[in-house]
């Protein structure tokens, strides 16, 4: 299994961002997905999270409101559009998945993890 983020990058505080991760090597369309973030010196922290169909979503309060996650399992991605965003969202956003249709919200629920993409949101 690989996943591979994409779509960081320097924003000014209030700008939007898209995330992406492409899957590939297994039945993605098969088994929930989520995003987390690790700020620089603090510990990983859950994002979202969405179920295999996509009928299921999860959210940080952090960012409930602000961020939304979505998929397209026709071309095995799944989505992060991150709006209104704050300096405080500043970390390394890294793509999981996990083999179960469910979503989890549990960093030791997932089975597999991608390379992390940068954001940076300037004050």
């Known amino acids: 299994v690989q996943l591979q983020a994409s779509g960081g990058g320097l924003v000014q505080a209030g700008g939007s961002l898209r995330l992406s991760c492409a899957a590939s090597g297994r039945t993605f369309s098969s088994y929930g997905m989520g995003w987390f973030r690790q700020a620089p010196g603090k510990e990983r922290e859950f994002v979202a999270a969405i179920s295999w169909s996509g009928g299921s979503t999860y959210y940080a309060d952090s960012v409930k409101g602000r961020f939304t996650i979505s998929r397209d399992n026709a071309k095995n991605t799944v989505y992060l559009q991150m709006n209104s965003l704050k300096p405080e969202d500043t970390a390394v956003y890294t793509c999981?998945?996990?083999?179960?249709?469910?979503?989890?919200?549990?960093?030791?629920?997932?089975?597999?993890w991608g390379q992390g993409t940068l954001v940076t949101v300037s004050s």
């Open positions: 999981a998945t996990r083999q179960r249709p469910a979503i989890a919200t549990m960093a030791d629920d997932y089975d597999y």
